[in-house]
């Protein structure tokens, strides 16, 4: 399933809303506890399609009247990431929400659109495989291929080139 750009009204309370339901649901799968900081950290990330840095999302909850320290932000982004709530964008050093969930079979994709920010997660099997077959003919094993492309999202080829 890919989930793409969000359409410009897109309901933005409800895809948060989801996407947190379904972190508690994947934590309260595996035993693991969506501790209050956690949930806030993820929330953070949900309510932006754009990459955050952490010491932006420790930002955002001081604005919201919950501070937390950078070193609290930086665990609670580091158990999104190995539980797969949420991805890190490495060309960005920054945090999204994860749309979905992944099969280990899939090469997840980001799309960062460089104009407004804007990140669509998309994923494929068919990139996977073959991915893995190339790194194999190689003897090499991945571990959670990820790409990041960047480009222009439809919505800022439309629109009219800043300058």
Same mark, same amino acid.
């Given at each position: 399933?890919?989930?793409?750009?969000?359409?410009?009204? *897109?309901? *933005?309370?409800?895809?948060? *809303?989801?996407? $947190?339901?379904?972190?508690?649901?994947?934590?309260?799968?595996?035993?693991?506890?969506?501790?209050? $900081?956690?949930?806030?950290?993820?929330?953070?990330?949900?309510?932006?399609?754009?990459?955050?840095?952490?010491?932006?999302?420790?930002?955002?909850?001081?604005?919201?009247?919950?501070?937390?320290?950078?070193?609290?932000?930086?665990? /609670?982004?580091?158990?999104?990431? /190995?539980?797969?709530? /949420? *991805?890190?964008?490495?060309?960005?050093?920054?945090?999204?929400?994860?749309?979905?969930?992944?099969?280990?079979?899939?090469?997840?994709?980001?799309?960062?659109?460089?104009?407004?920010?804007?990140?669509?997660?998309?994923?494929?099997?068919?990139?996977?495989?073959?991915?893995?077959? /190339?790194?194999?003919?190689?003897?090499?094993?991945?571990?959670?291929?990820?790409?990041?492309?960047?480009?222009?999202?439809?919505?800022?080829?439309?629109?009219?080139?800043?300058?």
């Amino acid at each position: 399933m890919n989930i793409g750009f969000p359409a410009p009204d *897109h309901d *933005h309370a409800r895809c948060v *809303h989801d996407l $947190l339901k379904r972190a508690e649901q994947a934590c309260g799968g595996r035993g693991l506890r969506l501790t209050p $900081l956690r949930r806030r950290v993820l929330e953070a990330l949900a309510e932006s399609h754009a990459p955050l840095g952490a010491y932006e999302i420790v930002e955002h909850l001081a604005k919201a009247g919950e501070p937390a320290p950078p070193m609290s932000v930086y665990r /609670a982004l580091e158990f999104l990431v /190995a539980e797969r709530l /949420a *991805h890190r964008i490495e060309s960005r050093n920054a945090y999204l929400a994860c749309n979905y969930g992944h099969d280990g079979d899939e090469v997840v994709m980001f799309l960062l659109c460089e104009r407004c920010g804007t990140v669509a997660e998309v994923a494929s099997r068919a990139v996977g495989r073959d991915l893995g077959e /190339a790194a194999r003919g190689v003897g090499f094993e991945t571990r959670a291929p990820v790409l990041e492309i960047s480009g222009l999202c439809a919505n800022c080829r439309k629109a009219k080139p800043r300058r």
